[in-house]
């Protein structure tokens, strides 16, 4: 039996669950959720079965069907295209969401009958972005992606008796309009030149095909992918995003959706690489948005606030490294261009894992003190000690530690960045934000981290575990995800050493897989990774010492070895966190409260005002509509004046 | 004379005469709701025979009417429309006075659009579009005491005269520049006549006004939204559905059999109102607050996609013109259906009136949102695929110096954008909002014919949307046909 | 025998007014006798064509276009009877229920 003839089941059983849930779910005790882990969970063993079957043999597995058959020549398509990437989409998709499945059973416990409308969306979700992996060519993936962006759409507003939930579902639906029509508007370029979607036949065509609509088609799709990813300038819905419940901002906001941008920049990268323009303009808006995003993680007050802004910043990352890499690619570099389309990718899947974890881990806490701000929260270690080191462990992940799953993805991103920096300066540029990035990141994750779990119980705190509140951790069925997760954000970089190179699997061009051994000397004789775990370390340092110094005392960090120089480094300024108030609340939380407020101001300015402008001007067409049948009557004659006007004017033109 | 082409419009006249006399026999609803079904169903099958057959084209006498592809496959359209119409009016219409005239009036303007469908000649298109618009007035006032109804009526009655004077008034005209009424043999010498080319833009103009006028294409949509507000729900089914498509098929065949070869000359323009079109329809419905009104607008923004079709001009674009027609019969007249039947038990015509509509009707509120996001063209129903032919057809189409076209799709394409905002909107509000305060709360008991009547336009739209090839292929069959 | 021109200027001066007819007066009922103005302009285009080529299709038309214009007259005095009954007016900017 080859498995992966039954690939097309792997949407189907979550889209059979959907169906299922939807139509009988409000009948069943459980309000379907046993039904939805059931679909889920079967899409995620096929999932995974396939996923190993097309990694372990380096197939690649193709079936189409036609579809809309606009002529002989003319087809639209529904087929499958399973390559290593798909692979990779596969397991990152369908294990995080099984194990957020998991988790809402317990989560959504108290919910009530609203429950089967979150089981129904959940299970339409996992089978459209599952089918969206799926997909071998960019008109099925973009109707996946509307379905995605819908079932966003619904779950963001899950909670519509909130004003602000109902808004930020709003917002998300039209902020990612934006992306969509330019995703529409590459789809309409692509199929006028080479009258096809199919991945390969397009990938096939390129030479011949013109270079500047095809720079032009790039620039379009990737345009949706700023949309769906969040990227810099359309960055702006995913923190209001974070209005839905905790496990939806984890499976969709973190963990999968918005890795389906990343995801379509990867299918079109060789479009991409066929402009040096285009190329550079991704990793810009790349590396922007990581830096940006990170900025304004420093100072957010909310617990999913850090993560939705973080979630930002890692996706910038990625989409860096795909800029990185197709950049190199059009210079001829087509190793180092396999390489940092790998890391691209390889940091999707460790991201995925991470964040997955933080996200819930976050919800867990949230569920314990029933509020999202951190200044109300502190001490929570004491009650929470299974969120509390499987928090450590991503964070530690995300921040860039080895040997963590993060360190290795984003070392590999920033190298090939500094990489592409010989052959265009502005990625040295982008090199130096990247770096920066990733002390924020170090020090905004961990400043969360111990205002959490650390220091002083808060009002929130004591208000769970006085007055009669449970002082014990959430049930086993939100804890076992949050251990899976936090072992996969620990080990999902070794994944680089299996076999043949796993990570040689999401290589685009295979050519370059290196043994163990010979990657370790690579990573390791680099300056350039010293100076990211330098980066990182100091970020936590600074987190440590800003946020922790009152509940763990001197002598105790002293009496370690690499803390003790750092300690003693930073003695003489025993008043660093009032320094810190002073100079970094107004150099660091300014910039970053200005960026927002541009943000705020200019560009949703811009994306509100488009909304708004169509909206007022459809209140005007409507009062046209006066009711009067006169009116009507005279509009008639000015119409056909009008049209006999043109005729005349359009002939004469002629 | 041979009859055979005339067979489906004889038989549903027939029974349309017949019904006011088998009222005086059995005064029963639902009695006469079959009858008039079972005539409907009749004439379908003479259309089948005629696929079945594979005749050919039919002629009647001296060419005024003819039966092919095109015309057989809209008169199926029609006489499914009528049929759903009468399905669900069985229902709603319980009770009224003069039902046996209202069946019968449906079947009268049923027998116009066929009318039109199958002629070939000014003077038969004109008769048959002024005897659907007879019957239309009529029935929009059928609710005698209703003052929304009669107002409705008043309105549509105006506007039609005036328009269908235009349309005569340019007949006329068209008459005296050629000396013939007849599609082919205007189309033969209209290219000739370059020293009254004023003139003939004049005529042009004029009968736009008649089609536009059915089709609610801006400047001449105003009456529609107050008409298909007015009207009894089950008329505005048939009028959107029915009676604006007839506008099409008259437009198709003026403009491309008899207008073809001064193409050049109103190409532009009328790609021009049906940007217009779509856009003032689309921004309009974007803040209605009645679930019909939002229709009506957006079935204007519709019409404007259809005018693509004629713009383009190409056997293609009008296979995606038809398409878009066969389809948006099923998903707006499912649409307007839904409303009508959810009006039986007694759920307002506001959009709020829909709130937490899924707790009530899981089927109503399932139907609604298949019909709708099949207006919106979200794949995979039946309103994405047609939109896909017909965005398609400017860029597939395009020929030396008329890559302009292209902008056409691109209107399309961001117009499509837009109206996703207003059906979606109802979409959450029958599934994510609560009932609103106060209103009752109990599962809803939907009358039978009507819920069928839904459920047949579902399945439609679905069936069309997972298989659309078939239909394609039916569709072309019948652009060809009239391009023949 | 009368030049095309003149039955031409005619036809096109009473369709004018009946045009100007249908937008001025405020009575339904006047709005109604101007459209029958408008048609019956065009009838005698079509009459006049007709002579003129010495073809009867023309006339034909006309005829049946009479008979239509008949039903339409009588179809809109009904509804406007109704309306009448209804809100006790015909006066055009009286009715404005359904608007926006």
């Known amino acids: 039996m080859d498995i992966l003839e039954f690939a097309w089941l792997i949407p189907v059983l979550p889209l059979l669950a959907f169906v299922i849930v939807g139509f009988l779910g409000s009948k069943m005790k459980d309000k379907g959720g046993i039904v939805a882990l059931a679909g889920v969970g079967g899409g995620m063993v096929l999932a995974l079965w396939t996923a190993f079957e097309l990694l372990t043999t380096g197939r690649i597995y193709r079936a189409n069907q036609d579809w809309v058959v606009l002529s002989s020549e003319y087809t639209l398509e529904m087929g499958i295209y399973l390559d290593n990437v798909a692979a990779m989409m596969l397991i990152v998709v369908s294990l995080i969401s099984f194990l957020v499945v998991v988790y809402s059973l317990g989560y959504m416990h108290d919910q009530g009958p609203r429950r089967h409308r979150y089981f129904t969306e959940i299970c339409l979700f996992v089978g459209v972005m599952l089918g969206l992996v799926l997909a071998n060519n960019f008109f099925q993936m973009f109707v996946f992606w509307e379905l995605v962006g819908l079932c966003s759409y619904l779950l963001i507003g899950f909670w519509y008796e909130r004003p602000a939930a109902a808004r930020a579902a709003k917002k998300a639906f039209l902020v990612t309009r934006v992306g969509d029509v330019m995703f529409m508007v590459g789809l309409f370029i692509l199929f006028t030149e080479l009258r096809t979607f199919n991945y390969e036949s397009v990938w096939g065509m390129l030479d011949s095909a013109d270079p500047t609509m095809m720079a032009f088609a790039a620039f379009f799709l990737f345009g949706g992918a700023i949309g769906k990813s969040a990227q810099f300038p359309l960055h702006d819905w995913l923190p209001d995003a974070m209005e839905g419940p905790t496990t939806v901002s984890a499976l969709i906001h973190a963990a999968t959706m918005v890795n389906a941008g990343v995801y379509l920049v990867a299918r079109s990268f060789p479009i991409i690489a066929t402009s040096a323009e285009v190329s550079l303009f991704v990793g810009a808006i790349g590396g922007i948005t990581a830096f940006v995003a990170a900025t304004m993680a420093l100072c957010a007050p909310k617990i999913k606030g850090v993560l939705a802004y973080s979630t930002v910043s890692q996706l910038g990352y990625m989409i860096l490294g795909l800029g990185a890499g197709a950049f190199l690619w059009h210079h001829g570099h087509h190793v180092a261009a396999s390489v940092a389309f790998g890391a691209g990718l390889f940091h999707l899947m460790n991201h995925a894992f991470f964040k997955g974890q933080l996200f819930l881990g976050a919800g867990a806490v949230i569920h314990f003190v029933h509020t999202e701000e951190l200044a109300k929260m502190g001490g929570l270690g004491k009650y929470m000690k299974v969120s509390m080191i499987t928090m450590l462990i991503s964070c530690l992940s995300i921040a860039g530690i080895p040997p963590l799953s993060g360190f290795w993805s984003k070392d590999e991103v920033l190298a090939m960045t500094f990489e592409a920096g010989d052959a265009g300066l502005t990625f040295m540029v982008l090199w130096i934000l990247g770096v920066l990035t990733a002390f924020m990141t170090a020090f905004y994750m961990f400043r969360m981290w111990f205002m959490v779990f650390k220091g002083q119980p808060n009002e929130g705190t004591k208000h769970a575990t006085e007055h009669g509140g449970h002082k014990h951790e959430a049930p086993v069925s939100m804890l076992l995800p949050l251990v899976v997760l936090a072992a996969l954000a620990f080990g999902s970089g070794f994944s680089l050493f299996i076999g043949d190179g796993f990570f040689g699997a999401i290589y685009y061009d295979h050519a370059h897989v290196l043994s163990i051994g010979e990657r370790l000397t690579e990573v390791f004789t680099s300056p350039l990774t010293y100076i990211s775990i330098v980066a990182a370390v100091s970020g936590i340092m600074l987190a440590y010492f800003s946020f922790n110094k009152t509940k763990v005392s001197a002598e105790k960090v002293v009496s370690k070895g690499f803390p003790k120089a750092m300690h003693q480094l930073l003695l003489d300024r025993y008043k660093f966190p009032v320094a810190y108030d002073k100079i970094g609340y107004v150099g660091v939380y300014g910039t970053s409260l200005l960026l927002d407020k541009f943000d705020r101001y200019v560009i949703d300015g811009i994306v509100n005002g488009i909304s708004a402008f169509l909206i007022k001007s459809g209140g005007v067409v409507r009062k046209l509509q006066n009711g009067f049948v006169q009116s009507y009557a005279t509009l008639l004659l000015i119409g056909v004046s009008f049209i006999m006007i043109l005729l005349y004017v359009v002939g004469v033109l002629r | 004379m041979d009859y055979t082409a005339l067979y489906p419009e004889i038989i549903v006249a027939l029974f349309a005469l017949a019904l006011p006399a088998v009222n005086l026999l059995l005064k029963d609803n639902r009695f006469l709701a079959a009858v008039s079904l079972a005539g409907l169903g009749l004439s379908m099958l003479s259309v089948l025979m005629y696929f079945l057959d594979d005749m050919g084209p039919i002629a009647f006498d001296n060419g005024l009417m003819v039966l092919d592809d095109f015309s057989a496959l809209f008169m199926m359209v029609f006489l499914s429309v009528a049929f759903l119409v009468i399905l669900a009016s069985s229902r709603s219409i319980e009770g009224e006075k003069h039902v046996a005239e209202y069946y019968s009036l449906v079947l009268l303007a049923t027998v116009g659009m066929m009318l039109v469908a199958s002629a070939t000649d000014l003077f038969v298109l004109y008769v048959g579009i002024e005897i659907t618009s007879l019957s239309s007035y009529a029935l929009v006032a059928f609710r005698k005491k209703d003052i929304r109804g009669t107002e409705a009526a008043t309105k549509y009655f105006i506007f039609g005269g005036i328009s269908s004077a235009f349309t005569l008034f340019g007949i006329s005209l068209i008459y005296g520049l050629t000396g013939t009424t007849s599609f082919e043999e205007i189309g033969a010498l209209v290219g000739t006549l370059e020293e009254y080319k004023e003139m003939l833009w004049m005529a042009l103009v004029m009968v736009i006004v008649g089609f536009g006028f059915k089709v609610a294409m801006v400047p001449f949509h105003s009456w529609a939204p107050d008409v298909y507000d007015g009207a009894p729900t089950t008329i505005t089914a048939m009028l959107a559905a029915g009676s604006k498509k007839m506008g099409f098929v008259a437009m198709f065949k003026f403009f491309l059999i008899a207008m073809l070869a001064i193409k050049a000359d109103w190409e532009i323009v009328v790609a021009m109102l049906a940007i217009i079109t779509m856009t003032v329809g689309n921004l309009a419905a974007l803040n209605q607050t009645s679930i019909k009104r939002m229709l009506a607008y957006s079935s204007i923004a519709q019409a404007g996609y259809i005018l693509i079709a004629v713009a383009v001009g190409t056997e293609f674009a009008l296979t995606g013109g038809i398409f878009h027609i066969m389809t948006h019969a099923f998903m707006k007249g499912g649409a307007f259906i839904v409303v009508a039947t959810l009006a039986t038990v007694a759920i307002g015509e506001r959009i709020a009136d829909y709130k937490g509509l899924a707790k009530r009707s899981n089927f109503m509120a399932f139907s609604m949102t298949v019909l709708l996001f099949s207006l919106a063209g979200i794949p995979p129903l039946a309103g994405f695929a047609s939109k896909v032919v017909l965005f398609s057809s400017p860029i597939m189409g395009t020929v030396q110096g008329a890559e302009w076209m292209v902008w056409l799709s691109v209107a399309g394409i961001i117009n499509s954008a837009i109206s996703l905002y207003y059906y979606a909107r109802v979409v959450k509000y029958m599934y994510v909002d609560e009932l609103e305060e106060g209103a009752p709360s109990e599962k809803l008991k939907l009358p039978k014919a009507m819920a069928a009547a839904v459920a047949i336009c579902v399945v439609a739209v679905i069936g069309i949307g997972v298989f659309p090839e078939y239909f394609i292929q039916f569709c072309q069959d019948a652009a060809q046909a009239l391009f023949a | ?100």
């Open chain 3, 1 to 100: 025998m009368i030049p095309l021109e003149f039955v031409l200027m005619i036809s096109s001066v009473l369709f004018v007014i009946g045009a100007a007819g249908v937008i001025l007066k405020k009575n339904a009922i006047m709005i109604l006798m101007s459209i029958e103005i408008m048609l019956n302009a065009a009838n005698i285009n079509l009459v006049a064509f007709s002579s003129y080529f010495g073809d009867a299709t023309g006339q034909g038309f006309a005829l049946f276009s009479i008979g239509i214009a008949a039903a339409e007259v009588t179809i809109g005095l009904a509804i406007l009877l109704n309306l009448n009954k209804l809100r006790k007016t015909v006066n055009v900017d009286d009715i404005n229920l359904l608007r926006w």
